[in-house]
């Protein structure tokens, strides 16, 4: 939970990552350094930042990366020579399996991955099979934390569709929400995208930092939404980063306004029974 009168600035970073691993990096360490020069001190970057093509298929299990990986490494150098927290989505290798992880991590300066997720809920949906190449993250206690006093939590793209994901995290003491995104453009997706995602922070008065893929694939929008449901700052469709102030007197003045995580009757359990994918 937020420390009294504690304030960062923090960036979405909106591109488009190929499958081009050192591009994709390049890309990152140009836009880390303008948001760290406009002030930022976290940046989040789009799900898949590490290899991405638009459609999956045998060539992910070779772009796959271990959580130490090269990626991470990289990562690790850029946060430790700008001073700056990075969240950034990759291809996880996982061990035994045909299948491959869609794992967040969050890399502090000087202290390598702090945090980590696997995306819950895969994207079988609007004519997609993301579970054929994904294996989905286990069911765990929320990893979060901390960066300029506030405390941050993790999820990704699709599972901004299930609010009990962004509720757990909240839950396990999360200021603010880090979630990149892929979020595939389609009739009325771009509205989708606002409205769930606006949704989450109104109902959990937190913020949610949201990082999309550019297009053409992507939607692109990227967005920064305060607990009042403000957009604080987005990006249109270009290759950009934008930047706003979080608080924690803005997330207390909201919740005295607006004390719905104290009045809900509520909680979250998981199901049962799971539904199957893959």
Known sequence: MQTDGAEIAVATAQFAPGNDADANLDAMGRLAKRAAARGARLIVFPEYSSWFTPTPGEEWLGAAQPVDGPFAAALGELADALGIHLVAGMIERLEGQQR?????????PGGGVVARYRKLHLYDAFGQRESEWVAPGEIGEPQTFEAGGL??????????????VSRRIVDAGADAICMPAEWVRGPLKEAHWRTLTTARALENTAYVIAADHAPPVGAGNSMIVDPMGVELATIGEQEDVAVAWLSSERIAAVRRLNPALALRRFAVTERSTPPAQG
């Not at 491959?100 to 502090?108: E, K, P, S, W």
């Open 100 to 108: 491959v992880g869609n794992t967040v991590l969050a890399i502090a």
């Open 151 to 164: 405390r941050f939590g993790l999820q990704t793209c699709y599972d901004v569709r299930f609010p009990e």
